[in-house]
C-alpha cells in the first residue's frame, strides 16, 4: 500500500484499517441487531469480546430464526457441499477431451485426492460456521493457511472484527482485521524479540494470559520485484501488528505474503458497488422482532389469566393474603365489601394472537429457507435432484443467483487453494500428455447445483411426454426426435457423472458390432432353412408323382403339372 511521506509500515497499515472502519461503519449497527435478536453468540463486534461467556440471550423469547439459521447452514453444507458425497468434479471444458480414458482416471483421482485433503483438515467446519454467517449477516471470511499435519486450515473470522476492501471489478481484494491473543500465543507465533516491551517483559514474569489486540492485513502488494517469489515480494502482502496504546502505530510482528488471495469472503447477495452483502437475517428481522413482541404478549395475556391482579379491602391490609393455590385467608364476613377480587376482566382471547404467531414463525422459516433444507433432511437421502426441483421449483429459482455466486467466491477459490496445495505437497499424479497446456476448470455436481440444472428438465420431460403421444397417431413425428441428443442434453442437466455416459464414437462401435451379429445372426438363420430344406427335398422320390415333379417340370419348361388321379 501507499502511505504518506515519513510513515513506518505498521502507521500506515493502522491508517488503512481506520478508513476501512469508517466505510464499514454503517453496516455494524444492523450486524448487532440480528446478532442481539437471532444468534448472539455469533459477530464479535468489541475487541473485548473475546472469551465472553455472559448471557446474551435476554430478547430471545421465541428462538424460531435461530433454528430457522442453523438449519440453513446445514442445509446449505449438505446441500453444496456435503462431505458425505461428491459435489465437485475437475474437468478440461472439452466433452471429446474427458472422454480419453486416461484423461478421465486422471481427473477422477486428483478429484478424490482433493475430497480426501478436504475431508481430513478442518473444512467442513469451517463451511458449517461460513454458510450461516452468511445467511445471518450476508457476508463470512475465513483464511485457509498451509498445514503441516493436515494440508490445509481454515481459520474463521467473526463478523465485526475484520473489514474488507473490493477492486475495480467489484471482487475482494483485501482484509484487515483487529482480534485479542494472549501472552503466550504472541510469543509462541511471533518470537519473543518481535514482540514489544511490554508483552516481553509479561512473558518474562509469567503472566501469559494477559490479552493483547493484534491487527492482521492482507491486500495486494503493490511495490514488488516480480522476479523474486520470497515472501517480502509475493502478490499479496500478509503484515501482522500489534497495537499499542497509542492508537496511530505499533509494533510490526511480521510481513510475509501468499501468492494468491487466501481469503475466502463470500457474500450472500450484493447490491451494486456495495462491499458488504445483503441476507436472510436483515429479510426476516422484522418478523423477528414481531415474533419476539408477540410472545412476550402472549406470555403477559396467560400471566392476566393464571395469577390476575386483584382487589383486596383495606381491612385485609395488615392481615396479609394468601394468594398461592389452596391458600385461606380469614376475614370477619364473606360479602361484596370485604370480599378478594379480580382487578379487571382477565378473560383474554389469545386465539388471533396464538394464530398471527404462527404467521410469522412460517415467514421467518421460509425466509430462510428452512422448509426447503428440511424438506431434504426428511427425504433421507432417497430424494432425487429432479424431485427436489419440481417440489420447490419457485424456492430453487430464487436461491440460484446465491449458488452461483458462492460458487464463484467460496468454492472456486477453495478448490484453487486446494489443487495448489497438492502440487506443492507432491500429491498430484503425472499428467497425461493430452492434458499438456490445457486448463482445468470445475463443474459441481452437488445435490442443490444438481437440482438448478433439474429445473430446466422439466421442459424436455414435457417435450418428450407430447411427442411420444403424437406418435401413436402419427408415427413419423419420431423422425424429429434425436434420441442420442436427447441422452446427452438429459445426463448434462442432472449432473450425471460423464463415465456413465458413452461417448458418441464408442456408440457407434457398438451399433456396428450389434447390427454385425445381426447379420451373422440372419445369414445362419438363412443356410439352417436351406439345409432342412435341402435335406427334405433329398429324401423325396422323383419316380412318383409329386409337387417337387410339377416344380421341376415348371422349371425345365416341360408344360404344365400333370393330373393325377388319387
Not at 3 to 30: F, N, P, Y
Not at 53 to 59: D, E, M, S, V, W
Not at 210 to 234: F, I, K, Q, S, Y
Not at 237 to 259: C, I, K, P, Q
Request: net charge negative.
Amino acid at each position: 500500500m501507499l502511505g504518506t511521506k515519513g510513515e513506518t509500515k505498521d502507521q500506515q497499515l493502522i491508517r488503512r484499517w481506520g478508513a476501512l472502519e469508517t466505510e464499514r461503519a454503517s453496516w455494524v449497527s444492523h450486524w448487532q441487531d440480528i446478532s442481539r435478536y437471532i444468534m448472539p453468540r455469533t459477530g464479535r463486534f468489541l475487541t473485548d469480546d473475546t472469551n465472553k461467556g455472559g448471557p446474551k440471550t435476554n430478547l430471545i423469547y421465541d428462538n424460531t430464526a435461530t433454528r430457522a439459521a442453523r438449519t440453513l447452514a446445514a442445509g446449505m453444507l449438505g446441500g453444496m457441499s456435503s462431505p458425505a458425497r461428491p459435489w465437485f468434479r475437475l474437468t478440461t471444458g472439452d466433452e471429446e477431451l474427458d472422454e480419453y480414458q486416461s484423461v478421465k482416471i486422471w481427473l477422477a483421482d486428483v478429484t478424490k485426492r482433493m475430497q480426501r485433503l478436504f475431508s481430513g483438515s478442518n473444512t467442513y467446519r469451517a463451511l458449517h460456521t461460513i454458510y450461516l454467517d452468511l445467511g445471518l449477516y450476508g457476508v463470512s471470511a475465513a483464511t485457509v493457511l498451509d498445514d503441516f499435519e493436515d494440508g490445509i486450515c481454515l481459520y474463521n473470522h467473526a463478523v465485526g472484527e475484520y473489514a474488507l476492501s473490493c477492486d475495480y471489478k467489484g471482487r475482494i481484494n483485501g482484509i484487515y482485521r483487529e482480534f485479542k491473543k494472549t501472552t503466550e500465543q504472541m510469543v509462541a507465533e511471533f518470537g519473543i524479540e518481535k514482540c514489544s516491551t511490554h508483552v516481553q517483559n509479561l512473558f518474562r514474569e509469567g503472566n501469559l494470559d494477559a490479552w493483547h489486540t493484534v491487527l492482521h492485513a492482507v491486500e495486494p502488494r503493490t511495490a514488488r520485484d516480480p522476479r523474486r517469489m520470497d515472501a517480502g515480494n509475493m502478490s499479496w502482502m500478509s503484515a501482522y501488528v500489534e497495537m499499542g496504546t497509542d492508537a496511530r502505530a505499533g509494533t510490526m510482528l511480521r510481513e510475509s505474503g501468499f501468492r494468491r488471495f487466501r481469503t475466502l469472503a463470500p457474500r450472500w447477495m450484493v447490491e451494486a458497488q456495495d462491499i458488504y452483502g445483503a441476507s436472510c437475517g436483515m429479510d426476516v428481522l422484522g418478523d423477528v422482532k414481531q415474533l419476539q413482541h408477540e410472545q412476550l404478549r402472549k406470555s403477559q395475556g396467560i400471566d392476566y389469566q393464571t395469577k390476575p391482579p386483584v382487589q383486596v379491602p383495606n381491612s385485609l391490609k395488615s392481615a396479609g393474603v394468601d394468594m398461592l393455590p389452596g391458600g385461606v385467608t380469614y376475614v370477619d364476613s364473606v360479602g361484596s365489601g370485604n370480599a378478594i377480587q379480580t382487578l379487571f376482566n382477565v378473560n383474554l382471547n389469545l386465539e388471533y394472537l396464538l394464530q398471527d404467531i404462527q404467521d410469522v414463525r412460517m415467514r421467518i422459516n421460509s425466509g430462510f429457507y428452512a422448509d426447503l433444507f428440511l424438506m431434504l433432511s426428511q427425504a433421507d437421502g432417497r430424494m432425487t435432484a429432479t424431485e427436489v426441483a419440481e417440489r420447490h421449483e419457485e424456492k430453487l429459482l430464487m436461491l440460484g443467483p446465491v449458488l452461483e455466486r458462492l460458487h464463484n467466491e467460496l468454492l472456486d477459490p477453495l478448490i484453487e487453494i486446494a489443487f495448489e496445495r497438492l502440487i506443492e505437497m507432491g500429491e498430484l499424479p503425472e499428467a497425461p500428455p493430452e492434458l499438456e497446456g490445457r486448463p482445468l476448470s470445475v463443474e459441481f455436481v452437488s445435490l442443490l447445483a444438481q437440482a438448478q440444472r433439474a429445473v430446466g428438465t422439466n421442459s424436455i420431460d414435457r417435450f418428450v411426454i407430447g411427442i411420444m403421444g403424437v406418435a401413436n397417431a402419427r408415427p413419423e413425428v419420431l423422425d424429429k426426435f434425436d434420441a442420442d441428443q436427447w441422452a446427452d442434453v438429459y445426463a448434462d442437466s442432472l449432473g450425471i457423472d460423464p463415465s456413465l455416459v458413452r461417448g458418441d464414437d464408442e456408440v457407434a462401435k457398438i451399433r456396428q458390432a450389434r447390427a454385425a451379429q445381426e447379420q451373422q445372426a440372419v445369414a445362419q438363420e438363412q443356410a439352417a432353412v436351406a439345409a432342412d430344406t435341402a435335406a427334405k427335398l433329398g429324401g423325396i422320390k422323383t419316380s412318383e408323382p409329386n409337387a417337387l415333379n410339377d416344380i421341376l417340370g415348371n422349371l425345365s419348361g416341360y408344360g404344365s403339372p400333370a393330373s393325377y388321379r388319387y
